[in-house]
């Protein structure tokens, strides 16, 4: 059994090791192939018969050209960037990895907004080059400080990692409203079960922790954007095609979006030519909210465990049954 990993060093860069799968066969790790459509995604799959791939797109086309391909394994919960439809057509299950960072997803939303709440860095950067030392006060604020009591969360997809960041908000005495096609005892016992229309009018910051599918894509456009509050925080560490980000970037220049904190972009590496770069008041890091090491030793644990029980013959976690 050949089995080949298409862009394994945003899983790996050093900290993990690849010796499960490798005990399950022959096992070729490529650092990176392509993260866009190109033949050389093929050729690095070759005539294996299990191909590992995290963000490196494998098509249509791609499939075709490799008829020894048995099992496409996914090194994330999203798997947008498998055609599975047609891997389905040609027997070819597509699993992933359905939870492995729920904690530290929802972590990490919540820091995205404490960050822009009480903007540590940036004063400790104020600190460091010697402003407090020179101060005449023995204290400062260069900007403004925001307290989160009291206030109205809305979570757009209150799954899993909705519910971790569900219960941090709670733990800070904010209301929560969620907003979910698929209501749960679990959420209801977190959350404020609401429509959509009533959370962009009533929260005072939003989360989108929802998948991206064609009903979500753009949620985030200037006609909803309207319907918020004025100053409203959003944070998106889900996708970043939930946001149409001219539009947000207008209303953060406007202000009619105090802030927004950003873990994805619509097209990554982020483009130079993306209107957020240049936005008011727009923190954006490079998709990292997963990346904690703990996080990704679960997912190699659970990829290894997916692989072998395709080889067992009893695949699990197939998203194109």
Known sequence: MKIVVLDGYTENPGDLSWEGLEALGDLKVYDRVSYTEDPEIARAIGDAQVAVT????ISRAT???????????VLATGYNIVDCAYAKEKGIPVVNVPTYGTQIVGQYAVGLLLE????????????????????????????????????TAGIIG????????????????MRVLAYDKFQSEAGAA?????????????????????????????????????????GVIIINNSRGQLVVEEDLADALESG???????????TEPIRPD????????????????????????????????????????????????
């Open 274 to 321: 993306n209107p957020l770069l240049m936005a008011r008041n727009c923190l954006i890091t490079p998709h990292i909210s997963w990346a904690a090491q703990a996080a990704r030793q679960r997912i190699m644990d659970i990829t290894v465990a997916n692989v072998r029980a395709f080889l067992d013959g009893a695949p699990v976690n197939v998203v194109n049954l």
């Open 116 to 151: 822009i709440c009480s903007h540590y860095q940036r004063h400790s950067d104020t600190v460091k080059v010697g402003k407090w030392q020179n101060h005449e006060d023995w204290c400062y604020w260069d900007y403004p400080m925001i307290e989160l009591f009291g206030k």
């Open 158 to 173: 209150l799954g899993r990692i909705g519910q971790s960041t569900a219960r941090i908000l709670k733990s800070m005495d």
């Open 63 to 73: 499939i075709d050209r490799c008829p020894q391909l048995k099992l496409i394994a």
């Open 190 to 230: 977190l959350a404020e079960y609401t429509d959509l229309d009533t959370l962009f009018a009533e929260s005072d910051v939003i989360f989108l922790h929802c998948p991206l599918f064609p009903e979500t894509e753009g949620i985030i456009n200037s006609r909803n954007i309207a319907k918020m509050k004025d």
């Open 54 to 57: 995290n963000k490196t797109p």
């Open 256 to 266: 009619k979006v105090y802030a927004a904190g950003l873990d994805v972009v619509s």
